[in-house]
């Protein structure tokens, strides 16, 4: 039990810090609301219009498309880094790896093309 002690002190101390850091401000700061000060604050700049307008359509298939390129760009860096070592893959399935991946790449490019001729990434029609 007494190996224990200096952690047990220690996350005492974490606790009391953390409680006098949330505690301390509601018990010293001062309290004058204004309408300013109850406004929302928007990186400031001061809100306009409702919060509730709905984004163009275009955040999110560049959103969707961000992530799925993402994951697909995972998937090719772990299998570089199998590939690359000599324990990681069985030399009889280096090749039907090579040929998966092959097949992955093909089906990223072919979205990135078929994203590209729907006009996902331009942002303005003229």
């Given at each position: ?8 002190i220690?996350a ?14 509601h ?16 990186s ?10 709905p984004?163009s359509?275009?955040?999110y ?5 961000f ?7 995972l998937?090719?860096y ?36 078929y ?10 029609s003229?």
């Amino acid at each position: 039990m007494s190996e224990f002690l200096p952690i047990f002190i220690y996350a005492l101390a974490v606790l009391g810090f953390a409680s006098f850091t949330l505690v301390a401000p509601h018990l010293i700061a001062p309290r004058k609301p204004t309408p300013v000060k109850d406004m929302p604050y928007e990186s400031g700049m001061d809100p306009i219009g409702d919060t509730r307008s709905p984004l163009s359509i275009k955040f999110y298939l560049i959103a969707i498309l961000f992530i799925v390129f993402d994951v697909e760009l995972l998937y090719i860096y772990l299998w570089a880094v199998v590939l690359k070592s000599n324990t990681g893959l069985p030399d009889s399935a280096r090749l039907s790896v090579l040929i998966v991946m092959l097949s992955l790449i093909g089906s990223v490019a072919l979205a990135y093309l078929y994203a590209w001729r729907k006009g996902v990434f331009r942002w303005r029609s003229n």
